[in-house]
């Protein structure tokens, strides 16, 4: 933060109203000069103050596209930081609350990582042997280490293509951080779940012998995303009991029993497109984050059509509602002041690597 910054404390305790009013003259102020991007999962009263709306990476795509020099990312850490390698260098990246972090993500960090890669070896020859594969829900210096050993990046629409690039250069993968999209992905390839054992990276060799580690073709990665562990197939069962017409779409970082049970599944944008493209009048059962069930449960509402959230309890990315109108608005005021606080920077050498990652990525997913 700059020692002349505004500071939080002024911010803190207004009123979420006056916050509409400040934020929007502050944007007025700054015109093109600020882009705000909102995450799907986004809290309401942050997401109606969005310039562009989107998942994770096609918001850094469309930021890294525009003349803004500044890219408030209302959405979490390891978000801001892909806006930031994939922008100009002239534009500057800002996560208005620092805490806002992703729990997923930080199941899987660079020290544990390197020493998986390291027991690893006391068996294969890793760089050899194993394509190392980080879901986009990472931080920089993962996508970085795959950058580094020949990995790649995938998101939740791309992850089986990506599987099976990853095969055609190695025999395994290690996938990190979240387990259930390994799966998930894996079995639509029609991998046996005995070849994607876990990897629990706080047991030695992540608690597999070397028979396990030898059989393996998926070494998954003992994370997961505490919202969508929420949901459960009693939920689903419990709606089709009820409505046995019902339809139910869920986000591949959901269990697999979860996954199997359901009639779709797929990324955030793939479930808004289906129940978009749905007949009116169906009703559907949605297995992901709140903020966004109740989104599209208002859009469609037109069509008639019914979404339900899956589970009985309330559950949504909390560190993402985090961001909250008093921290954008502050953030932005900074901004009119012409200070630059939470600017979210990659070191430069870890970036050129992340970026190898995605641009890999697209490459493959062409």
Known sequence: MHANAIDFED???LQDETCVQRIIAAKEKLGKRAVILAHHYQRADVYRHADLMGDSLKLSYLAAKTDA???VFCGVHFMAEVADILSSPEQIAILPDLAAGCSMADMANLSKVERAWRELAEILDPDEVITPVTYINSSADLKAFCGEHGGIVCTS??????LQWSFAQREKVLFFPDQHLGRWSGYKLDLPLEQMPVWDFDEPMGGLTEEQIKK?????WKGHCSVHQMFQPQHILRFRNQHPEGLVISHPECSFEVCKASDYVGSTEFIINTIREAKAGTRWLVGTELNL???????FKSQDKIIQFMSPMVCMCSTMARIDPQHLAWALENLVA????NQIKVPVHEAKLARLTLERMLAVSK
């Open 11 to 13: 911010f803190e305790l």
């Open 69 to 71: 020099d500044y890219l």
């Open 157 to 162: 629409s791309n992850a089986t293509k990506i």
């Open 216 to 220: 393996a073709k998926i070494l998954l």
């Open 293 to 299: 069930v109740g989104r599209i449960a208002e859009e």
């Open 338 to 341: 012409g200070n630059v606080v």
